[in-house]
């Protein structure tokens, strides 16, 4: 069975003699169910696992007595005690504050109890964490699958990860186009913001973040300006609206809305954000062409296999503890700048068969002086050689 490379750490965590909560948080159908059944089995504890998703779940009160299953399990495992694996949190209303006191509990008494706890939907999670658990967890960050992981587990190519992205659950559907789509929009794009983002916060105008999705996709890996998204979704909501409704779709995993980067300036909600969709199956999805007709037309094929490169450095990055943001002054522009500490990683893409004048990196690397430079693409780091390496090995 496909193990995610986060699989030792968790492990690892779970068997020390301190112990914290431990938080798997990610996207939709990127393994995390998966990780938590396959570490539980090689730990050999007894577990309990339960899921919020299940609609005998009645809040608190029920993860109190799924919690009190759990302790009696912890008993009978005598000085290894027990696992309780809890999927999908963050739907138990006041998930965080029960979490809390029944820990401090279990602490007090020195219970033996282990708790991995899964949820889909990144801000919430994140939220419940910092209001509630400070000092008593610990975050283990699940992405997209990459190139390497859907290479490992289904012998795919690179021009089919690129266009069919990194959703393991749709790899056998890809021989039927049209089932494929059906799927991912349907499975994935739709139950994503309707379950993870309208069904646990407040969202004023629902259509509105649709179209603004829709339209993250059809420009991803370009920058538009929030005045443009405006004109685009015929005036619909505000700059401010729509900076929040990013925030939100990023944090579900679906599209990220960079911001440009000012050196040591007081960095602020630009106005022009790049955007990029997160997985380019959720691009794929909603194109016309298919992937023999998407192969053939060099314009859209390169603006997919960007795409592909920067959900790479965007997941990447938020594994590894890294920011990311593009850079635009006087018409020049880098595509990528990734930031480790003060030390900066300059990254072009080109997916065109020339290598073109790169003036953009030149006035970048006189203005901030990175580290390192890349180039993806012709004359540079081939694409397929990028995607399959984590990118903390190719930044500064």
């Known amino acids: 069975m496909y193990k995610r490379r986060q699989f030792g750490l968790l492990k690892k965590r779970l068997e020390e003699r301190r112990r914290f909560i431990q938080v798997l948080s990610g996207p939709r159908q990127c393994g995390k169910t998966t990780l938590a059944r396959q570490v539980a089995g090689a730990l050999r504890y007894p577990v309990r696992s339960i899921s919020a998703d299940d609609p005998a779940s009645l809040g608190g009160a029920w993860l109190l007595q799924q919690w009190d299953i759990a302790r009696i399990r912890g008993r009978e495992g005598g000085r290894r005690g027990a696992l309780l694996v809890i999927d999908e949190v963050q739907k138990v209303e006041n998930w965080a504050e029960t979490v809390k006191r029944l820990w401090d509990e279990d602490t007090a008494f020195r219970m033996p109890l282990r708790v991995l706890v899964l949820g889909s939907a990144a801000l919430l999670v994140q939220k419940g964490l910092t209001e509630s658990l400070a000092g008593r967890f610990e975050l283990v ?12 587990a289904f012998d795919w190519p690179i021009d089919r990860y690129i266009y069919y992205g990194g959703y393991p659950g749709a790899a056998g559907l890809v021989k039927d186009q049209e089932r494929w789509r059906s799927y991912i929009r349907d499975a994935m794009i739709e139950t994503t913001v309707s379950r993870d983002i309208l069904h646990l916060t407040r969202v004023d105008k629902p ?26 979704l015929q005036g619909a909501g505000n700059t401010t609206t729509l900076a929040h409704y ?15 980067y000012a050196g040591q300036q007081a960095r602020q909600r630009g106005s022009s954000p790049k955007l990029v969709a997160l997985n380019t199956a959720l691009l794929s999805a909603q194109l016309p062409q298919r992937f023999e007709e998407m192969k053939s037309d060099r314009s859209a094929w390169g603006q997919l296999v960007e795409s592909a490169v920067g959900a790479h450095i965007v997941n990447g990055a938020a594994l590894a503890g890294l920011r990311v943001f593009y850079w635009r ?29 790169l003036p953009g990196m030149e006035a970048f690397v006189r203005a901030f002086k990175p580290v390192r430079t890349l180039v993806i693409g012709p004359d540079g780091i081939p ?14």
């Open 141 to 152: 960050r699940l992405s997209h699958w990459s190139f390497d992981e859907m290479r490992e």
């Open 207 to 232: 259509a509105l973040l649709r179209r603004l999705f829709q339209l993250g996709c059809a420009y991803s890996g370009r920058n538009l300006s929030y005045q443009k998204m405006l004109s685009q």
């Open 246 to 260: 990013l925030e939100l779709l990023e944090a579900a995993g679906l599209l990220a809305g960079l911001q440009k």
């Open 329 to 357: 002054e006087r018409g020049e522009e880098v595509d990528f700048v990734v930031q480790r500490g003060k030390a900066l990683t300059a990254i072009e893409v080109k997916s065109g068969a020339v290598r073109e004048a």
């Open 383 to 396: 694409v397929e050689e990028f995607l399959s390496t984590p990118l903390e090995k190719w930044v500064a």
